[in-house]
């Protein structure tokens, strides 16, 4: 099964949390990214496809990228072809944040390979009731979608128009044969965790005064 993890606020969290999923059930995992991902302590800084390879088989686990500063960028494709196959699971963090938990992707993002089974799309919760100007990563297009000014604070209204605008279309539209998938991410609330029950179904939300 192939993965890509996108959106903002808790990409690399879900995917630490699959690894570890799929690794108790003793599948060979192979996590790297498509854009750009933070180097961690056990990461493989190759483009070399038979050292990943040894990795997965000696551990059954393996993060590798091309290192760019303090992160990994994409491996090249023909590494990453001839790595898939050697894995059970394929984790690939596909869209770049800054951090932020709030994102509109560009035109070229999030960046989505071939192989991808599964969209998964992370929407931070927690982000809901701070100011735009403080959380929105590509803050123009996330304003321009919103119709909003900067000052304002984040509504579930919000967070789910990002998510319909910013990916739900763009994907019934180029991936049309991949599974999309919405996960809400830091729930610590009931109204939160209500909120995360109606993104995941896209079902429409209305904003309090409005209920």
Do not use: W
């Given at each position: ?12 969290t879900l995917i630490h949390q699959l690894a570890k ?175 995360a029950a109606l993104l995941k179904e896209d079902q ?8």
């Amino acid at each position: 099964m192939n993965y890509a993890v996108v959106g903002a606020g808790g990409k690399t969290t879900l995917i630490h949390q699959l690894a570890k999923h799929y690794r108790k059930q003793g599948k060979k995992v192979f996590v790297t990214t498509s854009t750009h991902m933070l180097i961690e302590e056990d990461t493989l800084l190759t483009d070399d496809p038979e050292k990943i390879i040894r990795e997965l088989e000696v551990k059954a686990y393996c993060m590798a990228g091309r290192q760019e500063g303090k992160k990994i960028r994409s491996l090249s494709a023909e590494t990453y072809e001839a790595v898939c196959p050697h894995a059970d699971v394929v984790l690939v963090e596909a869209d770049g944040s800054g951090c932020l938990p709030v994102k509109f992707p560009n035109e070229t993002e999030p960046v989505i390979d071939a192989n991808i089974d599964e969209i998964l799309i992370v929407c931070a919760v927690h982000a809901i009731g701070k100011p735009l100007k403080e959380i929105a990563f590509r803050k123009e297009l996330v304003l321009n979608c919103l119709q909003a000014e900067e000052e304002e604070l984040l509504t579930a209204v919000h967070l789910q128009k990002l998510v319909r605008e910013g990916y739900l279309k763009k994907f019934q539209k180029e991936y049309p044969d991949k599974t999309v998938r919405i996960c809400p991410a830091c729930l610590d609330t009931p109204e939160q965790n209500r909120i995360a029950a109606l993104l995941k179904e896209d079902q429409t939300i209305y904003d309090q005064e409005r209920t």
